[in-house]
């Protein structure tokens, strides 16, 4: 499953989470409320139910007439449930229209006009039915859910259990009845009902319409956070094929845009190193190619008569065999470097007594070179986190370039200082001198300044390459300046170890 698919899955699974909790809160406080505003409502209606059963126990003198007529308890609850109070007029209504009944009459003779006393009637039921308000036509089940008690709580109309709640009626301090009903339950109205359904039904057709047009915007959304990574997953096979060259175009700032930005770099560095190898696969096969080519040579005229097999013709093969086995060791040094083969065995080292010994040692052979070694060592010490034997590697390897390419007589200076964090071991030596231009690329592999370039007095290039190997792998710097002594500037950082 592609990651567009599974984003937009995401977004329509998280909208649709969220709108179902949404509607469960929704409707369990709706459904709360409701119940609460029914209770409320019934609350008040029984209040009234209460003063208009006092009120009919005043006027009839007790409810032993209510008990025996259920047609006045059935007035007793439309009235209070329209919020009105029973009075001696509307008592006296009741009684008249409780008079023509239709079950209380006989029927009328065939082919005989209505009595009077009908029209009477029908009159009284046409003013109950005006004075019904409207929209609410009498129906049992829209009663309230109450039941009238005897004061023994025995019931007299309707049901009645154990858990239901029960309020006394009395008149003049004295309890008549009691009302009970349900303590806890759901809307039975049929109109509460359809009200918390269309409610319900309102709220899901709304929610399907948000969830649509949520999908469709997670649709929109999921192609636009997908499409840079599209882009980027192309660069990134170019490059696994070797175009170097590929790039992504991605605008902003944000992390999908800074992704792309940085494998443009990847590709970059990339690049450059492609190039680096190519280049060091020819400096090297060039440099391994002089040596062969000239003992070659060498082997060649001897076979062929052109130069005797004397000890001049034999140490001219033994300095190019020599030559060759130093560039071969420095490459496979070097390569070592590289390839992290090197161990360093780092421990505290006072920097300044390991130098001072290393110039000690190397003073007397430099000096039957024709090179004067002067160094300027603290005596106190300068602690560093260092492995001295990788030191002592590095002073010889910086002493030996300035044996091959310093012209003789001449001098090396050796200084050691500390600044701030770190210490300054400082390497010079006398002319000639380095151009501007080359400064900067005398630690690259096989790298040597034109002037160099003769093999009976310039290196292999490989020297101080190692030498920032190991510097780097002490956390330090090495850089490459002019010297004061019209020569080569040396100046490496280490830093102090921590007390």
Not at 50 to 75: C, D, I, M
Not at 108 to 119: A, G, L
Request: charged share 25%; net charge negative; proline share 6%.
């Amino acid at each position: 499953m592609s990651l567009f698919i599974r984003l937009w899955l995401s977004f329509i699974a998280t909208l649709g989470a969220i709108l179902l909790l949404l509607y469960v809160a929704i409707q369990w406080s709706f459904d709360n409320g409701l119940i609460r505003y029914i209770n409320q409502r019934e609350a008040a209606t029984f209040e009234t139910l209460s003063q208009n059963l006092v009120a009919f126990h005043t006027l009839n003198n007790g409810l032993e007439l209510l008990e025996q007529t259920p047609f006045y308890w059935r007035k007793i609850l439309m009235l209070s449930e329209e919020g009105d109070l029973l009075d001696d007029e509307r008592m006296n209504d009741w009684m008249i229209e409780r008079l023509f009944e239709p079950e209380r009459r006989p029927p009328p003779p065939r082919h005989r006009p209505p009595p009077k006393s009908d029209t009477v009637g029908e009159r009284m039921r046409e003013r109950a039915d005006k004075q019904r308000p409207p929209g609410r036509p009498p129906h049992p089940r829209d009663h309230l859910p109450v039941s009238l008690l005897s004061i023994d709580n025995v019931s007299i109309f309707g049901p009645f259990k154990p858990d239901f709640n029960v309020i006394p009626v009395e008149a003049d301090g004295t309890v008549i009845a009691n009302l009970a009903w349900p303590s806890s339950r759901i809307p039975e109205s049929s109109y509460d009902v359809a009200f918390a359904e269309s409610q319900k039904h309102g709220f899901l057709a709304l929610a399907s319409m948000a969830l649509i047009l949520g999908s469709i915007l997670a649709l929109f959304f999921s192609r636009q956070f997908t499409k840079p990574l599209g882009q980027i997953a192309r660069t990134t096979e170019k490059l696994t094929q070797g175009n170097y060259d590929a790039k992504t175009h991605l605008a902003g700032s944000d992390e999908i845009a800074n992704l792309g930005n940085n494998i443009n770099k990847l590709a970059a560095t990339l690049k450059q190193a492609e190039s680096a190898r190519r280049d060091w696969l020819a400096s090297t096969a060039h440099e391994l190619r002089t040596p062969l080519s000239i003992i070659k040579g060498e082997f060649e005229a001897i076979i062929d008569g052109i130069r005797p097999a004397d000890k001049t013709t034999l140490a001219s093969i033994e300095e190019e065999v020599a030559h060759l086995q130093t560039l071969i060791e420095d490459l496979y040094e070097l390569t070592n470097a590289d390839i992290g083969a090197i161990r360093y065995n780092l421990a505290p080292l006072d920097l300044s007594a390991s130098v001072q010994q290393i110039c000690d040692k190397q003073s007397p052979l430099l000096l039957t070179k024709g090179l004067t070694l002067t160094s300027h060592i603290p005596s106190s010490d300068i602690m560093v986190n260092a492995d001295e034997m990788r030191i002592q590697q590095l002073l010889e390897n910086l002493f030996s370039n300035s044996d091959k390419y310093t012209d003789k007589p001449g001098s090396i200076a050796v200084s050691l200082t500390t600044e701030a964090d770190s210490a300054i071991l400082t390497v010079e030596d006398s002319a000639p001198g380095v151009p501007d231009d080359a400064l900067p690329r005398l630690f690259e592999k096989l790298f040597r300044v034109e002037s160099s370039r003769n093999r009976l007095t310039g290196g292999s290039g490989l020297g101080l390459a190692v030498a920032k190997k190991i510097v780097e792998a002490h956390d330090g710097t090495i850089v490459a300046n002019h010297s004061s002594l019209k020569g080569l500037k040396l100046v490496i950082t280490i830093p102090l170890l921590n007390d």
